[in-house]
């Protein structure tokens, strides 16, 4: 969603120091584009969109406005993406914790019952960002689901 909005964005109206030469910058923005529409992990979408603004010319404190990242991961992946292409923006491995402490599991629970039917999506996005943890298996979280006494649905919508 925010891709959409951010694919027809339109470079602002000032000059922006140590900018790349303008065809450098369009093959950039082009790739990015196609990384975000072809990734399911949002973290991976929220640093290619970090890139390809820079690259559009917004300033970083704009950057941070919009996606809510601090300057240095701007910063840095912005670095990686110039060093290693699109692969400096995957994540070299799925999750950086196997699992929810007892506390955690209990928060996310207890949101879950606020709830009568949920998408698949909206669970995995908050584990990502409030919790940091992907699991590799959908299991995961419909076990998650499951513990809240909700019930999954074939087309990953879940219902109690």
């Given amino acids: 969603m925010i891709g959409q909005y951010l694919q027809t964005a339109m470079l602002p109206e000032r000059k922006v120091a140590a900018m790349p030469p303008l065809e450098t910058a369009q093959k950039a923005i082009a790739d990015l584009q196609e990384f ?3 990734r399911p992990d949002a973290r991976e979408v929220r640093k290619a969109l970090a890139v390809k603004l820079v ?11 919009i996606l809510d990242v601090s300057r240095g991961s701007i910063t840095n992946w912005k670095q990686a993406y110039e060093e290693d292409g699109i692969d400096g923006l995957r994540l070299n491995y799925f999750g950086r914790r196997s699992y929810l402490d007892a506390e955690q599991r209990e928060q996310v629970l207890s949101w879950l019952q606020t709830r009568d039917s ?3 999506g909206e669970l995995e996005y908050k584990l990502a960002f409030e919790y ?4 590799e298996s959908k299991q995961s979280y419909y076990d998650l689901f499951n513990a809240a006494g909700i019930s999954a649905e074939v087309n990953d919508e879940v219902k109690s």
Avoid at 55 to 65: H, K, M, N, R, V
């Fill in 36 to 38: 975000i529409a072809l």
């Fill in 118 to 120: 949920w998408e698949l």
């Fill in 132 to 135: 940091d943890v992907v699991y």
């Fill in 55 to 65: 690259y559009q010319g917004y300033l970083y404190d704009e950057i941070q406005t």
